[in-house]
């Protein structure tokens, strides 16, 4: 009977293997306890004008944006990093867990990244997105303590580390030491203010009205930070203000960088505050270490180099930052023991 039982806890605790989400304003990262990064999409959801009900999230409802009919509406359920439509993020969040195989028999602990501003109300709606999708526990990380954690820094040392984190609608800036951060500054300045950027640019200068997916396109192919060695230029198509009529327009790279300089150079100021508010003994080893970007935001072509310029410190990009912060949430879950202390614990179903 001992045995049975024993067998039985075995058989649960396989089926209510935790998870750690990385709820982004431009995606969604799960990791499985165990599997690892089982899911990566598009924080986008399309839902149904008329009931409410789910009609495609992730990559699917992103091809709908700026496409659908007046009966279904597509919508980013989060702005700045938390959450602005919590009916439609539960859907889309609840529609995730769906896919990775979430246990609606033994509720799983759940830890969820969340900017490291983020007030209490926001923090309560993201604690309880979770409990209503299924989750036993909710426990809350600061995502640039899980990003540096991600990309391989040593958290716990006596020596500091610094990670900026550039996601889709925050900047997380901190200086990392002992398992704690010991100083940090947020801003609402990210991805999205970039393309806002695009945006505003290409219509005030060039009279062309374009969609968003369209702006992130330019910030991929062309965007900089910096002088490249080669610059670039890709087509845009969008609705030309004067006339109405679509049209095709090429814009340089040089052209986009004077377009984002303003949301650049807030960001690099961001990390000068943060160096100019640490302590002289952990500067000096964010000088001998140098700074580590993470985040959709430091693939910008050339951001690493003007920071180093700007800033006279050592500047790399993370293995595939996109997914450090993922990968960081997916040790607490994987050790919740070792990696405990950096959790807040939240409420619990």
């Known amino acids: 009977m001992a045995r049975r039982t024993r067998g039985a806890r075995r058989v649960l605790q396989g089926w209510s293997r935790d998870l750690a989400i990385d709820l982004g304003t431009a995606n969604t990262l799960i990791h499985h306890q165990g599997r690892g990064i089982v899911l990566d999409e598009p924080s986008v959801v399309a839902v149904s004008v008329e009931t409410g009900e789910l009609v495609a999230a992730g990559s699917a409802a992103k091809e709908m944006l700026g496409r659908t009919p007046g009966a279904v509406r597509a919508v980013r359920p989060l702005r700045a990093g938390v959450i602005s439509e919590p009916d439609a993020a539960e859907q889309m969040l609840r529609w995730f867990t769906d896919r990775v195989g979430m246990s609606s028999v033994v509720r799983p602990r759940v830890v969820v990244c969340i900017p490291s501003d983020i007030t209490g109300v926001e923090r309560r709606a993201v604690e309880e997105a979770a409990l209503r999708v299924g989750a036993r526990r909710v426990y809350l990380v600061e995502e640039p303590m899980v990003a540096a954690i991600g990309a391989g820094l040593p958290v716990t040392e006596t020596q500091a580390s610094m990670v900026v984190d550039i996601g889709g609608g925050s900047t997380d800036v901190a200086v990392i030491a002992l398992g704690g951060i010991v100083a940090s500054r947020s801003t609402r300045t990210a991805g999205d203010a970039i393309d806002d950027a695009i945006v505003a640019h290409v219509r005030r200068n060039l009279s ?27 087509r845009v198509r969008g609705r030309d203000l004067v006339t109405g009529l679509p049209k095709t327009v090429d814009v340089g790279s040089s052209e986009i960088r004077r377009a984002v300089a303003a949301p650049v150079g807030e960001i690099v100021g961001l990390v000068r ?72 614990d939240g409420h619990r179903f």
């Open 208 to 234: 062309l009205l374009l969609g968003e997916r369209s702006a992130e396109d330019i910030k991929v192919q062309v965007g900089s930070a910096f002088p490249l060695a080669t610059e670039v230029t890709t």
């Open 273 to 344: 505050d943060v160096l100019d508010r640490c302590p002289p003994e952990l500067a000096g080893d964010v000088l001998e270490r140098g700074v580590t970007l993470t985040g959709g935001g430091a693939l910008l072509q050339g951001l690493d180099a003007r920071m180093r310029h700007e800033l006279g410190v050592p500047v790399v990009v993370a293995y595939s930052p996109l997914r450090a912060v993922a990968r960081g949430a997916g040790r607490c879950v994987d050790d919740f023991a070792a990696l405990q202390p950096v959790l807040v």
